[in-house]
Every structure is written in structure tokens, then in C-alpha cells.
């Protein structure tokens, strides 16, 4: 390495751990936008969106991660040190996830492997999936009446972890980050973890985009709606009263047209 | 009204329910940015910042509401009857949120009052207090090594309503949005709930600007230092063994310089 290699060199790069938000680009956060902005590596999770990815410049590199709800922990060991071994070459890595990173995002563990490594990072929240489905349905998650808390479950929790009850509180609004194959099995582990069958409940598949779909039901006949219904994933699953209290927008009237005035 | 009145006439306004983030501005999503810009009424929570209010155009009325934590809600009726008022008229009217608006907003009983008026409105998520806290101090709200959910709580959930132990699950991460006079009360509720003298937990106040400030103890003598540190807030409360896994960034070595180079 030559002294003026050295001078021209860069600093040590950054890592951005950015969260994607819930689906629609439009909700990244406005730093998430200027940071995505001027990256030159962008490592993103298969479920951040293509309109989300266009807001990074076409000449950064593109690194796909695999899906998360897979568990391959081999192979995002692999993704993470492509993120490391890029940081360390100066790049300026824009780490994408869907939602928020500290909510079921696996950034915790990132965060550490960064740290260990001794390069700069930063994390950027997002609008997580239960905050962007409520918005967009109507379905305010602790509705005074009804909720004072609300709990954010991620999907295995109940699997992996047994008794659900030490999990998610008696009341409250519970929001399942899940795969859609496991509406019925919750719905019946949270009746026998004591919440009542009448119990409303929703899930709200690929919340904020243009293909979003909401079901309503209760613990009892949910699943069985949302088979018939045929919703695709992402999709998260809401349980409890403030359900029923979504609101729906009254419809926008058209304009005053010339005809109208006679 | 003549017909040259109607025909010049916008049709009915709209209202957005618009989340304003943790603090700051940058925080906002890029949509109520964009909402923002073509307010012609920004109606504002005491907690948004004054960096949020000037993505509005300086041209907009803008209307402070009340503090939140007052509860006092012959105020929030005036405010807003003033904000249904300006629909009527044609405005397109920002309601401005501290966090979202769905979470401990009141944002639920608002959209209610706008539909029974037949006014138009959207709601467009925020990143809640949580998040912001939890991103800019490094604390994983959900580290997937110890902790499957985390349980956002409003403030008076164990004064107003009994039993803490029904609103918050025995496990998980916790954050209270609360006045910082509460932190010792809570810590206590906690104890009495079930959870461990020496569970980890910390306050941030003002998180995510500049002021930002962040103490860490257990529910055993949390309370002693927070008041000790002369935190100011708002605040949030984080219960849980996530905040022992908070990760904090290598700083940004400085670019090296010709004279380093000798």
C-alpha cells in the first residue's frame, strides 16, 4: 500500500440497519429515504418491496437475503459477513428490513456481529406491520375504550417457547407477526390460554399495498374465513375488541361538476 | 350561492390522521411528509416538535392542541370540533400526532368523529416512541435470545383500570408510555405483578433528538436513578432483559490524514 493509496483511501464504511416499514414505499421514513439514497451496497430481506428498492441508486450493489420466516441461520451468517467483509472495504451498506429492525427483524443480532467487527452502524426505524395495517384498515390498536395495551407476538413464540399465557397478557390487543398457515393453531392456543371464543379477531394480508385484504371474524370461525378467502402472505393476525371498533372512512364525494350546476 | 360559487367551490376537505414520529424530523414517513406539505390546517400535539411543523407550508393555519397527558377532554372536543369545521369548509387538515396515532393516540376516537361527520380522512402510520427509543439506543425490543413479544402499555393502564398483571404478560419486553413521575409506582406494580426485583430496565427521555438521554438500572433502584439523573420528558420506561443486550456503535474513525501518512 502506497502513502498516496492511503490518502485517497476512505474511512472505514457504515452499516445502516433500515427498517422498509410496512409495505408501501411511501412509508419509509424520510431518513431511511436519504440514506437508501446514497448507498452503495444494499442488503435487503425478500420481503422488502421493488418500489422500495428503486429509491437506491441503480448503481449500488444489490445483495437478496433469503426469506425470514425460514430460519436458515446458515445462510444469513453468510449474508451478514458479505455485509461486514462490504463495510470494511469502505461501502456504504444500506441493511433492509421489512417493518421495523427491532421488531422480529433479527437487528439485534446484527447490531452485535457489527459491534463485535468495530464498524460504525446505525439503526433507522420503521413502520412495522402492525402499525401500518392498523392506519390502513382503521383499527387503532389501544382504543381507549377497549385496549390499554397492546402486544406484539412474534410468529413461533407459542411453538418454540410452550405456554402462550406467559406470553400475551389476559386483555389488550395482540398482534401475531405469523405465517398464514398458523392462524388456527393461535386462535386455539389463545382460547386455551383463557381469551374467550367470541373473541374478534382479523388478519390483514399485505397491509398498505394495493393488494391488501382484511378478514374479520373471532377465535372461533377465523381460520376457517380466511382458508375460504384465500388471503396471501405477508399477512399479520390482530385479536381482541378493538377489532370491532374500525373505523372505515366515509367515501370521498366527486368534485362539483359544471352538469351538476345545471 | 350562485352557481359560479358552487362551480369554483373544492368539494368537502379531508382530514389525515397523521403520526409525527418520535421526535425527530427526519422520523416522519415520506407520505405524511408529503401530506404535509399540502396542509392548509396543521392541528398539532403539545409533543410535536417545532422541526415537524415547518414541513407544513408557513401559509397554513396551525392550531396547538392541548397536552396529551392532561386528559383533559372538554379541550380535545374544542379542538376538535375546529378540525371537523375546516373539513367542512374544503381544507385539507393535518391532524399531527406525537408518535402514531393509533397507539395511545387517541387517534381511534378521533376517526370515529370524523366518519359519524361523513368527513373524508386517512390515517398514516408513525413511528411510535417505542421504536424511535429503541432504534437510536440500541436496544432490540424483541432480541430473538430473550424475548418473543413485547407489550407496548399506555401510561395509566395500572391506575385507572387494577390489576397490572392482567395487562402485561409474566415474559417479554415492556415499554411504558408514562410520565416520568410514574416510574417508580410502575417499577413497583411490576414487582407486585410477578416480575424479578433485578429485571433490567431503563428510561429514555427525548428520544431520537438531540437531547436524547438514556439510564439504565433494574426495577429495584431504577426509579432512584432516574430522578438522581434529572431526566426530562417526555419519557418511555423499557422493562425486560433486552436492555442488557443494548448494543452501542464503534464510533467513526476519523478519515486518515495527509499528516498521518508522514
Redesign the interface.
Given at each position: 500500500v502506497s502513502?498516496m493509496d492511503?490518502?485517497r483511501?476512505?474511512?472505514?464504511g457504515?452499516v445502516w440497519l433500515v427498517?422498509a416499514?410496512?409495505g408501501?414505499?411511501?412509508?419509509?421514513?424520510?431518513?431511511a429515504?436519504?440514506v437508501l439514497q446514497g448507498a452503495t451496497v444494499v442488503a435487503y430481506d425478500e420481503l422488502v418491496s421493488a418500489d422500495v428498492l428503486k429509491l437506491a441508486p441503480a448503481s449500488a450493489e444489490f445483495i437478496a437475503v433469503g426469506r425470514r420466516a425460514s430460519g436458515c441461520r446458515h445462510h444469513e451468517a453468510r449474508i451478514h459477513s458479505a455485509v461486514v467483509e462490504r463495510a470494511l472495504l469502505g461501502h456504504e451498506v444500506v441493511r433492509l428490513k421489512g417493518g421495523?429492525?427491532?421488531?422480529?427483524g433479527?437487528?439485534?443480532?446484527e447490531?452485535?456481529e457489527?459491534?463485535a467487527a468495530?464498524?460504525?452502524?446505525?439503526?433507522?426505524?420503521?413502520?412495522?406491520a402492525a402499525?401500518?395495517a392498523?392506519?390502513?384498515t382503521?383499527?387503532?390498536?389501544?382504543?381507549?375504550?377497549c385496549a390499554?395495551?397492546?402486544?406484539?407476538?412474534?410468529a413461533?413464540?407459542h411453538l418454540?417457547?410452550g405456554d402462550l399465557s406467559?406470553?400475551?397478557?389476559?386483555?389488550?390487543t395482540l398482534v401475531f407477526y405469523m405465517g398464514l398457515t398458523r392462524v388456527s393453531e393461535t386462535c386455539t392456543a389463545l382460547v386455551a390460554a383463557g381469551r374467550e371464543l367470541a373473541t374478534p379477531a382479523a388478519v390483514v394480508s399485505k397491509a398498505t399495498t394495493a393488494e391488501e385484504r382484511i378478514v374479520v371474524g373471532t377465535l372461533a370461525d377465523l381460520a376457517q374465513k380466511v382458508t375460504a378467502a384465500g388471503l396471501q402472505p405477508p399477512a399479520i393476525l390482530l385479536v381482541g375488541d378493538?377489532v370491532l371498533?374500525r373505523?372505515?372512512?366515509?367515501?370521498?364525494?366527486?368534485?362539483?361538476s359544471?352538469r351538476a350546476?345545471?
Open positions: 502513502p492511503g490518502f483511501r476512505k474511512s472505514r457504515k427498517g416499514g410496512p408501501a414505499a411511501d412509508l419509509l421514513t424520510l431518513r429515504h436519504r421495523d429492525p427491532f421488531v422480529f433479527r437487528g439485534g443480532e447490531a452485535e457489527l459491534a468495530g464498524i460504525p452502524f446505525e439503526v433507522v426505524p420503521g413502520i412495522s402499525l401500518g392498523a392506519a390502513s382503521g383499527i387503532a390498536l389501544t382504543h381507549r375504550d390499554s395495551a397492546v402486544t406484539l407476538v412474534t413461533h413464540a418454540e417457547h406467559r406470553r400475551v397478557p389476559a386483555e389488550g378493538v371498533r373505523v372505515v372512512s366515509a367515501s370521498i364525494p366527486p368534485a362539483l359544471p350546476l345545471g
